[in-house]
């Protein structure tokens, strides 16, 4: 029993992958236990993350390194001091990414794996599910640079696969590809960086790098390669083309999981940022450049969704829009960093609120995603100009699709006002004019989803919709688990926020405990 | 166990909202209660009253989801003509977005 | 030495990418890309008359060239190989249901 909670960080990965190999022979001889088996490995990865969790917010740091004896750490005697074997360094921030990360991975399993009943060729489905999920664990926890390369790849990949699943005639296809050509362009720029910074400090481990961290011109190169390439991945603009034609041909608990990746790809950016580069950065300018692209991917988002007629692009477009308020908040505890007055008044609340907002947006965006999903699986239409009056037959999914809307528009009492009150109230600190251009974004958002709800849900009962269905009893139970934290996160914040996103954002702005942590003190 | 969030600036706590929300929902529970609970459904006495004249068929009746927001999408027709067209759906163009990108932050990172 | 052609090679094939309009093209181009990053990787780990890093048999006194970016390099051979794989797999359905290699025509979803 010891030995596996020592190996813990290690079981993240393997339990996915191991079941992820085993689903193309169950569905081969095997066929009745395949669906359970799937659900069982999901349960029992996102259980493994939560108590990986825990462990981090109960005890600090947990670094974990690959291939040595347990509890050995990470500068080995034999080495002279120097790490070289991979480690994983779970801190506060990774914890945050792995909890959101379980949430939705598990109740988007319970929806797939009832709304994929028809369809052929689910072995290898569910297998690059696992897939995902392996690599979105692996992309949080990961203290080595290369290592996230490869996770991210793992992620490019098996998303790209699946966004291809319903051929629809070829279109899912075409935004498979689209999305394939970009991540990959953006993932050789990551390899290139990460190049430059092996050639200058002669290691791949991110502790050292950041402890010998300095601002020379290759530095300046990577540094905007890596933001470039990570935003791109993230769904920022002036990179966000792929994202909606992406997010809107994939099966709809896909979709759900590729905004958990999306921001593990913000996560890389956000760890680049303030723990490898820390104090050496110029603050105030890479700080304003991040607040003027969460600025522009919420207004561009935003004005883009509303007059689209394909309710599944709308959504995509408001994952850009939702994407920028991350980024603004994080790029104004970015840009107050080396003020230590300004730091504590309302910096580390914005860092607070951009970081609560990750979680909150994988919630509400995963709810909505599925609720839409329902609707689609039921009707097969996906036009808005089709639909309507669906309120009488789909009771629970017109509840559900409410609260979401609720949620992501910033209503009171769910989770999206607590994190968007933080971010407006610090912002408003830092510059009053960024405050303002967030709150009209927000009415924009809520303008928007009304006219969904409306289009979809409220009006007569129309003929062509008469034998419309509630969808299973599986699906409901995935989107009832995202409910039961949307609302929870809502009427608990300040619990949440002490426990949870607090530590995350101390985990950030503290970079000599992450180096510590690592290095144990000596370099 | 609900307690305040504190944002620096002010506080904010859900509990006054769940109070405010029961007594507005106990308003209105009080006023359906005073309806009229004697009809006969699916008769005369349910349909809408149009001014004597008939009710269209449910299908016209229902404003599209396309339609809505006509007036936001024309007032900023100048902005929507320049925005649309880029978002092409050519991938050549995507990969442009990005070196431009690039460029243009080494150059503001260097300069300022 | 060969980082310059490093640089040249990365922007030829920035040039392929965005200027062509086949997608077959495009392909290429991504995989030369792949090449130039490799390229770069490996030239990282060069040190002036060095040898294999082969502990077996070691003449003494003899720089060793570093295999850390051996390792990476290899790795992303194999990413690049199935990175390959699949697009030119999602191209073949794309060609056999659009009927058209050109990115200019594979324009269904726009706005």
Redesign the interface.
């Known amino acids: 029993m010891s030995l596996l909670l020592d190996n813990m960080p290690a079981l993240l990965i393997a339990v996915s992958l191991f079941g992820a190999f085993l689903i193309p022979i169950f569905g081969r001889f095997l066929p009745k236990i395949r669906d359970p088996w799937v659900i069982l490995v999901s349960f029992l990865a996102s259980l493994i993350a939560v108590i990986n969790a825990v462990t981090v917010f109960t005890k600090g740091t947990v670094v974990y390194v690959f291939g040595a004896a347990a509890g050995s750490s990470a500068a080995s005697i034999d080495s002279g001091g120097l790490p070289f074997r991979i480690i994983f360094t779970i801190d506060g921030f990774g914890a945050f990414m792995l909890l959101s990360a379980a949430i939705v991975s598990f109740a988007v399993i319970l929806y797939l794996v009832s709304s994929q009943k028809e369809r052929s060729g689910k072995s290898e489905f569910y297998a690059l599910y696992l897939l995902l999920t392996a690599g979105i664990f692996g992309m949080v926890s990961t203290g080595d640079m290369f290592n996230f390369f490869v996770f991210l790849e793992i992620n490019s990949l098996a998303a790209a696969a699946l966004v291809s699943y319903h051929r629809n005639g070829g279109i899912a296809v075409e935004g498979a590809l689209k999305y394939l050509i970009v991540n990959t362009v953006g993932g050789l720029m990551v390899l290139l960086s990460i190049g430059l910074l092996y050639a200058q400090y002669d290691s791949l481990n991110m502790a050292v790098i950041a402890s010998q961290m300095t601002w020379t011109t290759l530095n300046i190169v990577a540094l905007v390669l890596f933001i470039t390439a990570l935003a791109m991945k993230a769904g920022t603009v002036p990179f966000h083309y792929a994202t909606p034609d992406a997010y809107s041909v994939a099966p709809s608990g896909i979709t759900a999981l590729m905004v958990v990746a999306s921001q593990a790809g913000l996560y890389g950016l956000f760890r680049i940022l303030f723990t490898v580069y820390g104090g050496a950065l110029n603050t105030v300018t890479v700080g304003w450049v991040i607040i003027i692209l969460g600025i522009l991917s919420m207004v561009i988002g935003v004005t883009m969704a509303l007059p689209q007629k394909d309710v599944k692009r709308l959504l995509a477009y408001h994952a850009v829009s939702q994407t920028g308020y991350m980024l603004l908040g994080v790029g104004v505890a970015l840009a107050v960093l080396g003020d230590p007055v300004a730091l504590s008044a309302y910096g580390q609340t914005a860092m607070e609120g951009g970081l609560f907002h990750i979680i909150n947006h994988a919630l509400y965006k995963g709810l909505l995603f599925l609720a839409v999903g329902a609707v689609i699986y039921r009707t097969g239409v996906w036009n808005l100009n089709k639909l309507g009056g669906l309120g009488h037959n789909m009771k629970w999914t017109m509840i559900f699709f409410l609260i979401g809307a609720l949620a992501i528009a910033g209503i009171p009492p769910f989770n999206g006002f607590a994190s968007k009150l933080m971010i407006y109230e610090s912002v408003f600190a830092f510059n009053p004019i960024l405050s303002v251009i967030a709150m009209i974004v927000s009415i924009l958002t809520l303008a928007s989803f009304m006219k969904v709800f409306h289009s979809v849900f409220m009006g007569p009962k129309l003929p062509e919709f008469e034998n419309v269905k509630e969808v299973p009893k599986l699906m409901i139970a995935g989107m009832v688990i995202l409910t039961i934290f949307v609302i929870g996160f809502g009427l608990v914040p300040d619990l949440v926020v002490d426990s949870i996103v607090t530590p995350a954002a101390d985990a950030l702005l503290n970079q000599g405990s992450y180096i510590a942590a690592v290095l144990g003190g000596v370099l | 166990?609900?307690?305040?969030?504190?944002?620096?600036?002010?506080f904010?706590n859900?509990l006054i909202?769940?109070v405010v929300m029961v007594i507005g929902l106990l308003f209105a529970w009080l006023v359906w209660r005073c309806g009229e609970s004697s009809y006969d459904k699916d008769t005369e006495q349910t349909k809408p009253y149009l001014s004597g004249n008939d009710e269209p068929p449910?299908?016209d009746?229902?404003?599209?989801?396309?339609?809505?927001?006509w007036g936001?999408?024309h007032a900023?027709k100048g902005?929507?003509d320049k925005?649309?067209p880029l978002?092409?759906?050519?991938?050549?163009?995507?990969?442009?977005?990005?070196?431009?990108?690039?460029i243009v932050?080494?150059v503001?990172?260097?300069v300022? | 030495m060969p980082f310059i052609t490093v640089a040249l090679l990365i922007g030829i094939a920035f040039a392929i990418i965005l200027l062509k309009k086949n997608m077959i093209k495009m392909v290429m181009g991504i995989g030369i890309m792949e090449s130039a990053v490799n390229l770069f990787l490996i030239t990282i780990g060069y040190r002036e008359d060095g040898i294999a890093p082969i502990f077996t048999n070691a003449p003494e006194g003899v720089d060793m060239v570093l295999p850390t970016v051996q390792a990476l390099t290899l790795t992303n051979i194999v990413i690049g190989v199935a990175t390959t794989a699949l697009m030119i797999s999602m191209i073949m359905i794309i060609y056999k249901k659009y009927g058209t290699l050109n990115s200019d025509k594979m324009r269904r979803l726009k706005e």
């Open positions: 166990m609900i307690g305040d969030l504190l944002t620096g600036y002010g904010w859900p909202w769940v449910k299908g009746v229902h404003i599209r989801g396309g339609n809505m927001y936001f999408t900023l902005y929507y925005i649309i978002h092409s759906g050519v991938v050549n163009d995507y990969l442009t977005w990005f070196l431009i990108g690039v932050i080494f503001v990172v260097i300022i």
